[in-house]
């Protein structure tokens, strides 16, 4: 009984842990946002070696655009 309990309650905790049924974004929607990001990463990885180098004016103002 105790058993049949327990496997009850699993089964119960299991069937609410799963999530959404479908993902927020396409696949391909996903690749892009990924992409874009990574990008950003990279022209702010930029920027700040620029500024470690002194390569740039002093700023704390970023030329790239935040959305």
Known sequence: ???LA?????AG??????GCESPGYTAS????????NMSY????????????LLLDKPSRLTRWGVQ
């Open 1 to 3: 009984m105790k058993s």
């Open 6 to 10: 327990m496997l009850t309650l699993l």
């Open 13 to 18: 905790v299991l069937t609410l842990a799963t």
């Open 29 to 36: 929607e996903d690749a892009r946002n990924i992409g874009r």
């Open 41 to 52: 990463d990279l022209r702010q990885t930029t920027d700040d070696f620029n500024d470690l």
